[in-house]
């Protein structure tokens, strides 16, 4: 890890994933997306990396479904997006941070499900043996 850097948790690839996400609002909620099919750049317990053609605001809610490749059904999170960047090339002028919502029970929170899918996906696509024995301090599970 670089001395900046704030993530405990590993960041991975997986190549082909695909990132929808439509912003979530106070007072009415769309059906559809704001953009779909977006890369995935990398993923972590805690969070994700996306490019877009759009720019996000920092503080954004979004309401975000992962399409991985050999998955039979997406993966479902909410987070917030906690900045934005121009893109250094490629197809998409825009990259956007996310950090996901607490995993619990309540209706803001993450499944706690796609924490342990997510696990998954880390020991296959990261190539590392992972100690699970080490509670990352990156996201936060409520207790009930």
């Known amino acids: 890890m670089y001395p900046s850097e704030k993530r405990i948790s590993l960041r991975f690839k997986i190549p082909g994933a695909t990132v929808s996400y439509r912003k979530e609002g106070w007072l009415f909620k769309r059906k559809s997306f704001n953009e779909e099919f977006l890369p995935l750049l990398d993923l972590s317990r805690g969070g994700l990396k ?53 995993y619990g029970q309540k209706k803001s929170q993450n499944y706690p499900g796609n924490l342990v899918k997510i696990i998954s996906l880390e020991q296959k696509f990261s190539g590392q043996e992972l100690d699970l024995t080490v509670p990352p301090d990156e996201y936060d599970v409520e207790s009930s």
């Open 50 to 102: 996306f490019s877009s053609q759009k720019r996000i605001k920092p503080g954004t809610k979004l309401y975000l479904q992962l399409s991985i490749p050999g998955e039979r059904s997406p993966l479902i999170l909410l987070g917030q997006v906690r900045w934005s960047a121009r893109s250094k090339g490629g197809n998409y002028p825009y990259e956007a941070g996310v950090q996901f919502n607490v």
